[in-house]
């Protein structure tokens, strides 16, 4: 699986950025999909997933109410929505996905259980 994520950049607090990953190479509907993050000399951290269908999505507590996962499966695409966006959000932002056939359950937080990585997109938020 090939992800490429896009649509990061300098933003001033408050505002609002949608990211989109891109997915090819497996089929795109046997994947749960995921938005991790990682701001300088930090752990990689999980900040949303949603299952195969973008019937369930998951958020970070430190996220939830300003970021929303959807998925395009038409388009093999998902994409992160953030709003009110605050100097502490500024990181590389990385989709990931994971094969579900036999893994029951929701997606993990861990990213050492994710299966394939995107190159990262940086957001910038200045104060």
């Known amino acids: 699986v090939q992800l490429q994520a896009s649509g990061g950049g300098l933003v001033q607090a408050g505002g609002s950025l949608r990211l989109s990953c891109a997915a090819s190479g497996r089929t795109f509907y046997s994947l749960a999909m995921g938005w991790f993050r990682q701001a300088p000399g930090k752990d990689r951290e999980f900040t949303t997933a949603t299952t195969y269908n973008g019937g369930t999505s998951y958020y970070a507590d430190s996220v939830k109410g300003r970021f929303t996962i959807s998925r395009d499966n038409a388009k093999n695409t998902v994409y992160l929505d953030i709003t009110n966006l605050r100097p502490e959000d500024t990181a590389v932002y990385y989709c990931?996905?994971?094969?579900?056939?036999?893994?029951?359950?929701?997606?993990?937080?861990?990213?050492?259980?994710?299966?394939?990585w995107g190159q990262g997109t940086l957001v910038t938020v200045s104060s």
């Open positions: 990931a996905a994971r094969i579900t056939g036999g893994r029951p359950g929701a997606p993990p937080h861990d990213p050492n259980e994710w299966d394939y």
